[in-house]
């Protein structure tokens, strides 16, 4: 079992829904969590962080922790085509810039239908 | 743009043979990061530098090295190459290791074994 689970979709949806997409993770000792936006041939950009539990907003995309459940998400609203891409979740025990020891998810491509 | 560069952008090469990567940090970045992006394995670190010196290994394997050199550019030397090893090679670099700096990714270099 990987470390962390992301559904790798490709899920599609007409542009101004509400997009939510979800990691789930098994090492209790994650405590930093992040999203990556990457688009067609470019590299992956930090899009959010978080730390522990809690929301986080930032704009349209919100950034959410259930450390309980050991569940992340993201939901992205009033989506638009320019947020088609595929976004990664990545999860550290010891802060978002330990590249050595943050962990990817496999990535969800995401696509909005004008 | 990250402002980080990687060459080639795209290479084809035949199994057994060697081939290097190169990577430009942003202006002013001392750490240096590599990370290989397969379908089947998602986004994978390799090895950190950190102002020349090695500051931590991934899944890197033997055939695989690399170094930072004193002008901070980074090379990624994969040798005895197999059709596996195809995939898409990201260079990050950051201000510094510590917690609190973001990773910046270059666009790639696509590596294609036949």
């Known amino acids: 079992q990987k470390e962390v689970e992301q559904d790798p979709g490709p899920l599609s949806v007409p542009e101004g829904a509400i997009v939510s997409l979800n990691c789930t993770y098994s090492?209790?000792?994650?405590?930093?969590f992040m999203w990556y936006r990457q688009y067609s041939r470019k590299g992956p950009e930090l899009l959010m962080y978080t730390y522990s539990s809690g929301n986080k907003e930032d704009g349209r995309f919100t950034a959410q922790v259930d450390k309980s459940s050991k569940y992340i998400s993201l939901f992205i609203r009033d989506s638009q085509p320019s947020d088609s891409a595929t976004y990664l979740c990545a999860m550290s025990a010891t802060g978002y810039s330990s590249a050595s020891k943050i962990i990817f998810g496999s990535g969800t491509r995401l696509s909005i239908r004008p | 743009d990250s402002g980080v560069t990687q060459t080639p952008k795209h290479l084809i090469t035949a199994t057994g043979q060697r081939v290097t990567l190169r990577c430009s940090p942003r202006s002013g970045d001392l750490s240096v990061y590599w990370y290989q992006q397969s379908l089947d394995q998602g986004l994978q670190f390799l090895i950190q530098?950190?102002?020349?010196?090695?500051?931590a290994k991934g899944n890197i394997l033997e055939r695989f090295s690399a170094q930072q050199f004193p002008d901070l550019h980074s090379e990624l030397n994969l040798s005895s190459l197999e059709l596996g090893d195809s995939a898409l090679y990201f260079c990050?670099?950051?201000?510094?290791?510590?917690?609190?700096?973001?990773?910046?990714f270059g666009e790639g270099s696509w590596l294609t074994v036949v």
């Open positions: 530098y950190y102002n020349g010196e090695e500051r």
């Open positions: 990050a670099s950051s201000v510094s290791p510590g917690p609190g700096n973001t990773i910046y």
């Open positions: 090492n209790s000792a994650f405590q930093y």
